[in-house]
């Protein structure tokens, strides 16, 4: 099973890309991974929010293949502990999923085409956090949930 994440716009962050590059390289060592950045809209601040999301969504749907699992991450998805969410990435491998992706929207959130498309949606936590740090929080915990599939140290808990 490969792994793909999608994020709208780039990590203009430095401390944060320092951080997502460090986890892309551990991972390597377990999973195909795949980041992709959807280049962030030029004009997006003289539309709508709703234009926003249907624009982002449009380009969402592009990277989507038809036998691909797609999740979302969002407030209003499923949260899980570290160990659960390896399970449940323990389960697509088992599978037979070719590849899982996982896609990080931008500001305004996803346009009801990609929800329509998505076969999860995961809540990394009920707070609210900036999307270039969900994308850190997010390749952190891909790791931790691989280390603690191989029964690794990693986790300490």
């Known amino acids: 099973m490969n ?4 994020v709208v716009g780039k990590t203009d962050m430095d401390y944060v890309a320092a951080g997502i590059d460090d ?3 551990r991972l390597k060592h377990y999973i195909g991974f795949e980041l992709v950045v959807i280049p ?4 997006a601040g003289q539309s709508t929010p709703e234009r926003v999301k249907q624009r982002e969504g449009e ?4 990277q989507m293949e038809r036998a691909d699992r797609v999740v979302l991450l969002d407030e209003k998805g499923k949260e899980y502990s570290s160990v659960g969410f390896a399970q449940q990435l323990q389960k697509s491998m088992n599978s037979g999923i070719r590849t899982l992706m996982f896609v990080i929207g931008g ?3 996803f346009d009801p085409a990609v929800y329509a498309q ?3 949606q995961l809540s990394l936590s009920q ?3 900036n999307h270039q740090m969900v994308r850190l929080f997010f390749v952190e915990q891909l790791y ?3 280390t603690i599939l191989r029964g690794e140290k990693y986790h300490n808990a």
């Open 3 to 6: 792994i793909k994440l999608v």
């Open 23 to 25: 986890y892309l390289k």
């Open 40 to 43: 962030a809209l030029r004009d």
């Open 59 to 62: 380009l969402i749907l592009k």
């Open 107 to 109: 500001a305004y959130g």
């Open 118 to 120: 998505a076969h999860a």
């Open 127 to 129: 707070m609210t956090f």
């Open 144 to 146: 931790r949930a691989m």
